[in-house]
């Protein structure tokens, strides 16, 4: 079935350092690709996608990078703050309205 | 423009009970996506109703179900609950076209 790894589970960095979350998807058909934030207690939302016509996209100090060839794409965040600190999931998908996801990296970035 | 709105936020049942959680999608929003969130399991896809019809369903027991009425709020059924149905179950709504998924608060349940 689809599957969505998603590494590290954890991430520790410090403020104005960078950070890097990796995931590795199944489905060949995906074509979608976001990622969301999760603050605790909080719903996620959506910081940044990708489609599969794109093999890079940046917003700010936020980039995905999309590898189609070996399913794998990745999340960097430059010139980390602590407000940044929250559980980041990707997700894989071939329509926006079934999203598979990754099992989520705690952020922890320290002042 | 209102958000997704989840109701009840929390809830606990005892276990064999039955409980039924409701979303209001974002206005002009036809596309309701259900997910169960729990620390083990993660973000797991439940189903997805749009214009009153089931379109995709995830890899859960038929204890789980849904239906979505004329105005797009859509509820999601669980009967005869487990303690493994403790999670958080969110709701996202979008409208159908290439935008992406907005969620809800989510309803926290919790089954003893």
């Known amino acids: 079935g689809e599957n969505v790894e998603q590494h590290p589970s954890t991430l520790s960095v410090q403020e104005g350092d960078s950070a890097v979350i990796k995931c590795t998807y199944s489905d060949s058909a995906s074509n979608y690709f976001p990622w969301y934030k999760q603050e605790l207690g909080k719903r996620p939302q959506l910081i940044i996608d990708i489609r599969s016509n794109v093999g890079e996209k940046k917003d700010q100090r936020i980039a995905v990078t999309l590898n189609k060839t070996a399913k794998h794409f990745s999340l960097h965040i430059t010139e980390t703050q602590p407000e940044d600190s929250a559980v980041y999931f990707c997700a894989a998908s071939r329509s926006f309205q079934k999203l598979v996801f990754g099992t989520g990296t705690r952020l922890l970035v320290s002042p | 423009k209102a958000g997704v709105t989840q109701t009840p936020r929390y809830l606990i049942k005892t276990r064999g009970q039955q409980v039924t959680l409701s979303c209001s999608p974002i206005?002009?929003?036809?596309?309701v996506s259900w997910y169960q969130q729990t620390p083990g399991q993660g973000l797991q896809f439940l189903f997805e109703?749009?214009?009153?019809?089931?379109?995709n369903k995830g890899n859960f027991p038929g204890r789980f179900s849904g239906r979505q009425f004329s105005n797009s709020r859509s509820e999601m059924n669980v009967s005869t609950l487990e303690l493994g149905d403790s999670a958080l179950y969110l709701c996202?709504?979008?409208?159908?076209?290439?935008?992406?998924?907005?969620f809800g608060q989510g309803t926290r349940l919790t089954v003893v």
């Open positions: 996202a709504s979008s409208n159908n076209g290439d935008t992406e998924a907005f």
């Open positions: 109703y749009f214009s009153e019809t089931q379109r």
């Open positions: 206005s002009g929003h036809r596309s």
